[in-house]
Each structure stands twice: as C-alpha cells, then as structure tokens.
T-cell receptor, first 114, second 112 residues
Framework: NAGVTQTPKFQVLKTGQSMTLQCAQDMNHNSMYWYRQDPGMGLRLIYY???????DKGEVPNGYNVSRLNKREFSLRLESAAPSQTSVYFC?????????????FGDGTRLSIL | AQSVTQLGSHVSVSEGALVLLRCNYS??????LFWYVQYPNQGLQLLLK??????LVKGINGFEAEFKKSETSFHLTKPSAHMSDAAEYFCAVRGNDYKLSFGAGTTVTVRA
C-alpha cells in the first residue's frame, strides 16, 4: 500500500524560482490537505480540498496556490519562492471532511529556499 | 475556534518507565481529539482518536489517552517505554469543521 505519495522528497530553490509539489493518494479519499511544518509550531494548514473540483484556504495560504487535478492528485505551487517558505511540506488525505475521520500523511517534502 | 497546548517540548524517560505526554485543548464545541506520532524523516501516523464513545482510548503500540472534560485534557500515556518510542508526538483537535489544529509537538527521548 503506497498510501499518500509526495514528490520530490528534497528540493533546494533560489529566491524567486517557482516549483510545484506533487501529491497523490491511492485510498480513494475525497479530501486532501497541504500542511507546512516548522520547528516549534506543529503543522499549519495551507490549503485543503474537500472534494474533487473544490479548494479552500487554510491558516497560511499566502504565497501558495493549489490544484486538485483529479480525485487522486493535489498539487501545491510556489510561484515565487521566498526564504520564509523554507519548511517541510506534508500532504494528507481523509475519507471525508467529517470531524472524526483521521488524516493519512505522506512522508513530506523538505524544501530549502536560498 | 479550537486550539491545543502541549506541555513540554521535550520529554526524556528511561526504558521501561512511564511515558506521560500532556495535552490541553480549547474548543467551543465538543472536541474530536487525536494523537499522532512522527518518526524521523517520516510523515505523521495516527496513534489514537477520541470521538466521544469512551473517555479512555486505546491506540497502537501500547499507548492510551484519557479524555477529561473538566480539565480540558487529553494526556497520552504508555506504562513502559521502549527504545522504539523515541519520536515526536503531536496532539490535535478538531471542532465542527474539517480543520485539524495541531500542538507544537513533544519530542520523546528514551534512555537505555
């Protein structure tokens, strides 16, 4: 079982460059999420997609865009990378946006912006 | 809105000793609470979840957590620590919407 797969695992960018982080899940989940993880701050929600064709902002959406390409795939784009976006990015999915449904996480993308 | 506070960013225990990780929540509606574990260079894995069916929740790897409404707490325990328990642990709360609010995390170190 692959679960949630994120690519790439590591990336170094220069300030101003653009990049798309890819995420795919094979669990037939309706809902998908993008988080960033920074030391001492836990995980913060960037964007989420409740179902195919819909996306909504989370807690820290500025500087990011997302695309729910189909039910399986949810990508995160940095149009003009900034050093403040250096972080570990996690994609997650869940069956529904129901309050008691756990989220399943990928292994993360470690992104450094120079 | 809901939020979580994890008391203690680092906990060090001896192998075989009790593990206790503290989590207090704030929520304007009945909360749904989760504990996740993160091993180095990996994503988060669900340890257990509270969904109001029972106040004592048993999870994987011998962990359990007790929901105490009067104390707005959801502390995680394991009676006997194992070296493999060394990881970072996150408490999370969800209200009536889709959003999970995570605590800052507690790193557990297990001494031989």
């Amino acid at each position: 079982n692959a679960g949630v797969t994120q690519t790439p695992k590591f990336q170094v960018l220069k300030t101003g460059q653009s990049m798309t982080l890819q995420c795919a899940q094979d669990m037939n989940h309706n809902s998908m999420y993008w988080y960033r993880q920074d030391p001492g701050m836990g995980l913060r929600l960037i964007y989420y997609s409740a179902s195919e064709g819909t996306t909504d902002k989370g807690e820290v959406p500025n500087g990011y865009n997302v695309s729910r390409l189909n039910k399986r795939e949810f990508s995160l784009r940095l149009e003009s990378a900034a050093p403040s976006q250096t972080s570990v990015y996690f994609c997650a999915s869940s069956e529904e946006t129901g309050v008691n449904q756990p989220q399943h996480f990928g292994d993360g993308t470690r992104l450094s912006i120079l | 809105a809901q939020s979580v506070t994890q008391l203690g960013s680092h906990v060090s225990v001896s192998e075989g000793a009790l593990v206790l990780l503290r989590c207090n929540y704030s929520s304007s509606v009945p909360p749904y609470l989760f504990w996740y574990v993160q091993y180095p260079n990996q994503g988060l894995q669900l340890l257990l979840k509270y969904t109001s069916a029972a106040t004592l929740v048993k999870g994987i790897n011998g962990f359990e957590a007790e929901f105490k409404k009067s104390e707005t707490s959801f502390h995680l325990t394991k009676p006997s620590a194992h070296m493999s328990d060394a990881a970072e642990y996150f408490c999370a709360v969800r209200g009536n919407d889709y959003k999970l609010s995570f605590g800052a995390g507690t790193t557990v170190t297990v001494r031989a």
